[in-house]
């Protein structure tokens, strides 16, 4: 912060805050009674850095700093703080008084967010040392106490912030010595109330203080809070983990368990087989049961060789009736996709057919309607803008006429619209006033529906909306106030429309100079207008040139409009638009709604097909290692056989005398081999069916995905076919409007009526 020179004891310091255009570098010379800050009526803010200014005032040393506007459009706002906090420094040690600039007329939101911004910069003890400033107090046709008493809510809770202190200034009468006399006697009462105090650095330094420790206690609770989110969310996911796996695992042996059972039966007959026991060898024997032997061995293996073949033919049959299933299946939905696809397509063109149907009947409507022949000696006006910039006060300038009340007020002083009528410069001119917009004391909902009935009150329409706005800082309510419009009577609005400042008096140069040096806002605006605009000083009664140059801007207004004027028939058009494009808006967002659900219902059903296939490919794994692990323990097996045999061999020694026992005991050992063989065979095919299960089940998952899929893409191509027919419709309204416009231009030869 830069530091400046301590200043004597009865030195008054004053700092002057508030909105942009509010005159507080005028305030600032009046109370010093030099040119100490430059001025002048601009829609930007002037002053971009705190300036210090100083004068002996009633034998007193008055230090006066203005500081740059709250809430500047040009200037960030993180710019703007750090700069007002100068302020402190530069009245060393601290002022004695924080002056709140304000305007009389509309008290905004932005003067009541000014009184809590200072606050929030030099905290709640800063309150002690505010006074709320009045400028304008020209414009006052009573006193500042009915002013007060007849205001908005919110000023009066601003000037009970503030302590109950206030002050007016009329910053045109420099001579007027007296206001500022009285405003440091109320400054001097203020300071005595306060025990001599100023608003020192400590206290800013205390506060910020207060302001670091609150940020650091809401950023730890902020860390503490996020940190134990995070451990709520880690716990839910792990709990989540787990329930899947759960399930995954519960699935996969349900899954198992069904495999297992599915074992081909064994030539005995059972599930599981059993090993025959090795028959007793013993040289008690009999021949006949060694031939018995013999038989039986034959004929096990002649069963097993029928049943292996039998399995097979079964296993292909199944395969063979799984894939014809697969193939109706997906006939059967691409038939289905087919018939949705053909019924989307026919609502598509039942839209546009009602559509097109709707339009032809209201062009007929239109075109039916018979228009009588309107003198344009006749000119109707309609006012709009927001509260407080001096409507009716216009309305009253260009009529010379006194047709609506007009008095300096914090709130709107029109509630309902108003017409006033008078002959001027030999035309019949007639004027609608109408409710502020963005009025804190009337809802939108009511001031909206009061505003269309001026189009009923000029009929058979106006020639021209004149948005009035006052000379001073262009606010985002002025741009709001064009798009209000706008939205309420169409774009076709702006053809007829004009801007109109007022308080002419306060331009230090021309107009042109104004809009020149003005904000982008206020250039769009005037654009946006057809670069149509005029300025009128209401103080000045008597000048009627301002009167008779508006009018001639007017007429040049409808003779580029082809003697049109803005119809009841155009708002109508504007309104059914309006509505059908809701009801299809409403239509298509419960549409696209719909269409959400259901794509995440589809991407969650392919992601558990995704997670399923997964599950599939890493069974389909692990059997194909059992198989493997199957291959490589069977020739062991078959070694291990070998050697038993042979050891059988040497300990049973049979008599191989008979070439028929020979041949029984070589059927034996042949019965035996080919049971180990089929008991690999067995575990085998086991194996297999299971992979091919896996396979089949996993072909089924991936043809379920791909319908999946072609149903969302489905969903998508429908959205996409919604949105372009909306544009269609959206393309074709502009066009539709500007048919029926000449359309009726051409049958009427001007205005037109409802």
């Given at each position: 912060m830069c530091r400046h020179k301590p200043l004597r004891g009865d030195d008054k310091r004053i700092v002057l805050v508030g909105k942009t255009g509010v005159g507080k570098s005028s305030t600032g010379n009046t109370i010093l009674g030099i040119k100490a800050f430059h001025q002048e009526a601009s829609s930007k803010s002037i002053t971009k850095i705190c300036k210090l200014g100083k004068n002996v005032v009633n034998g007193q040393h008055v230090s006066v700093v203005d500081t740059p506007g709250l809430y500047e459009t040009d200037i960030p706002e993180e710019e703007v703080i750090?700069?007002?906090?100068?302020?402190?420094?530069?009245?060393?040690?601290?002022?004695?008084?924080?002056?709140?600039?304000?305007?009389?007329?509309?008290?905004?939101?932005?003067?009541?967010?000014?009184?809590?911004?200072?606050?929030?910069?030099?905290?709640?003890?800063?309150?002690?040392?505010?006074?709320?400033?009045?400028?304008?107090?020209?414009?006052?046709?009573?006193?500042?106490?009915?002013?007060?008493?007849?205001?908005?809510?919110?000023?009066?809770?601003?000037?009970?912030?503030?302590?109950?202190?206030?002050?007016?200034?009329?910053?045109?009468?420099?001579?007027?010595?007296?206001?500022?006399?009285?405003?440091?006697?109320?400054?001097?009462?203020?300071?005595?109330?306060?025990?001599?105090?100023?608003?020192?650095?400590?206290?800013?330094?205390?506060?910020?203080?207060?302001?670091?420790?609150?940020?650091?206690?809401?950023?730890?609770?902020?860390?503490?809070?996020?940190?134990?989110?995070?451990?709520?969310?880690?716990?839910?996911?792990?709990?989540?983990?787990?329930?899947?796996?759960?399930?995954?695992?519960?699935?996969?042996?349900?899954?198992?368990?069904?495999?297992?059972?599915?074992?081909?039966?064994?030539?005995?007959?059972?599930?599981?087989?059993?090993?025959?026991?090795?028959?007793?060898?013993?040289?008690?024997?009999?021949?006949?049961?060694?031939?018995?032997?013999?038989?039986?061995?034959?004929?096990?293996?002649?069963?097993?060789?029928?049943?292996?073949?039998?399995?097979?033919?079964?296993?292909?049959?199944?395969?063979?009736?799984?894939?014809?299933?697969?193939?109706?299946?997906?006939?059967?939905?691409?038939?289905?996709?087919?018939?949705?696809?053909?019924?989307?397509?026919?609502?598509?063109?039942?839209?546009?057919?009602?559509?097109?149907?709707?339009?032809?009947?209201?062009?007929?409507?239109?075109?039916?309607?018979?228009?009588?022949?309107?003198?344009?000696?006749?000119?109707?006006?309609?006012?709009?803008?927001?509260?407080?910039?001096?409507?009716?006060?216009?309305?009253?300038?260009?009529?010379?006429?006194?047709?609506?009340?007009?008095?300096?007020?914090?709130?709107?002083?029109?509630?309902?619209?108003?017409?006033?009528?008078?002959?001027?410069?030999?035309?019949?001119?007639?004027?609608?006033?109408?409710?502020?917009?963005?009025?804190?004391?009337?809802?939108?909902?009511?001031?909206?529906?009061?505003?269309?009935?001026?189009?009923?009150?000029?009929?058979?329409?106006?020639?021209?909306?004149?948005?009035?706005?006052?000379?001073?800082?262009f606010t985002k309510e002025e741009v709001q106030a064009v798009l209000k419009v706008q939205e309420i009577f169409g774009d076709r609005a702006l053809k007829y429309m004009m801007v109109l400042f007022t308080r002419g008096d306060d331009l230090d140069g021309s107009i042109e100079e104004y809009l020149a040096n003005g904000q982008k806002e206020l250039k769009n605006c005037i654009e946006k207008c057809g670069g149509r605009y005029h300025v009128f000083n209401n103080k000045d009664k008597k000048n009627r040139a301002q009167v008779t140059s508006l009018l001639k801007k007017i007429d040049s207004l409808v003779e580029e409009n082809g003697g049109d004027c803005y119809t009841n028939m155009m708002y109508q058009v504007v309104e059914e638009y309006r509505r059908r494009e809701a009801k299809l808006m409403k239509d298509i967002e419960i549409t696209k709604e719909k269409m959400r659900k259901k794509e995440e219902e589809l991407q969650e059903i392919i992601n558990l097909r995704k997670q399923e296939q997964t599950n599939l490919k890493s069974t389909e794994n692990t059997l194909n290692a059992k198989l493997s692990k199957i291959a490589l323990e069977a020739p062991e097996e078959t070694k291990e056989e070998v050697n038993k045999e042979k050891e059988q061999k040497s300990s049973d020694k049979p008599n191989y005398g008979d070439s028929y026992m020979r041949r029984v005991f070589d059927l034996e050992q042949q019965r035996k081999s080919e049971q180990a063989m089929h008991r690999k065979r067995m575990r085998e095919a086991e194996v297999q069916m299971q992979i091919t299960a896996a396979q089949h089940q996993r072909r089924m998952e991936e043809t379920r995905e791909k319908i999946e899929l072609e149903k969302l893409e489905m969903f998508r191509e429908h959205q996409k076919k919604m949105d372009e027919l909306m544009q269609e419709i959206q393309q074709t309204r502009a066009e539709k409007e500007e048919w029926l416009h000449k359309n009726l231009q051409k049958k009427t030869g001007g205005c037109t009526i409802s």
């Open positions: 750090p700069e007002i906090i100068q302020c402190v420094d530069m009245t060393s040690p601290g002022p004695h008084v924080f002056l709140l600039v304000a305007s009389i007329g509309r008290f905004t939101m932005e003067e009541v967010q000014a009184v809590l911004k200072v606050q929030e910069i030099f905290g709640d003890r800063a309150l002690k040392y505010m006074m709320v400033l009045f400028t304008r107090g020209d414009d006052l046709e009573g006193s500042i106490e009915e002013y007060l008493a007849n205001g908005q809510r919110e000023l009066k809770n601003c000037i009970e912030k503030c302590g109950g202190r206030y002050h007016v200034f009329n910053n045109k009468d420099k001579k007027d010595h007296e206001q500022v006399t009285t405003l440091l006697k109320k400054i001097d009462a203020m300071v005595e109330q306060n025990g001599g105090e100023c608003y020192t650095n400590l206290m800013y330094q205390m506060v910020e203080e207060h302001k670091r420790r609150e940020t650091k206690l809401k950023k730890e609770i902020q860390n503490t809070h996020d940190a134990m989110k995070k451990k709520e969310e880690q716990l839910l996911e792990k709990i989540k983990q787990i329930e899947q796996q759960q399930k995954e695992e519960k699935l996969r042996d349900r899954n198992l368990y069904a495999q297992v059972s599915k074992v081909v039966p064994q030539p005995s007959g059972k599930t599981q087989e059993k090993v025959p026991a090795r028959e007793e060898k013993g040289e008690e024997k009999s021949e006949k049961e060694k031939r018995q032997n013999g038989v039986t061995a034959m004929k096990n293996v002649l069963e097993m060789e029928q049943q292996h073949k039998a399995e097979q033919a079964m296993l292909k049959k199944r395969m063979q009736d799984t894939e014809r299933n697969v193939e109706i299946a997906a006939a059967q939905h691409q038939q289905r996709m087919q018939e949705k696809k053909e019924k989307l397509e026919s609502e598509k063109n039942k839209m546009v057919m009602e559509h097109q149907r709707k339009m032809k009947e209201l062009e007929q409507e239109a075109a039916s309607v018979e228009k009588p022949t309107i003198s344009f000696s006749d000119t109707r006006i309609v006012l709009v803008g927001k509260t407080g910039v001096g409507k009716s006060a216009t309305g009253n300038t260009i009529l010379g006429t006194k047709a609506f009340h007009q008095q300096a007020s914090s709130r709107s002083v029109t509630r309902i619209c108003k017409l006033g009528k008078n002959v001027v410069n030999g035309q019949h001119i007639s004027v609608v006033d109408t409710p502020g917009l963005y009025d804190t004391d009337i809802p939108e909902e009511e001031v909206i529906p009061e505003i269309i009935q001026c189009i009923d009150m000029t009929s058979p329409g106006p020639h021209v909306f004149l948005l009035v706005a006052c000379i001073g800082r």
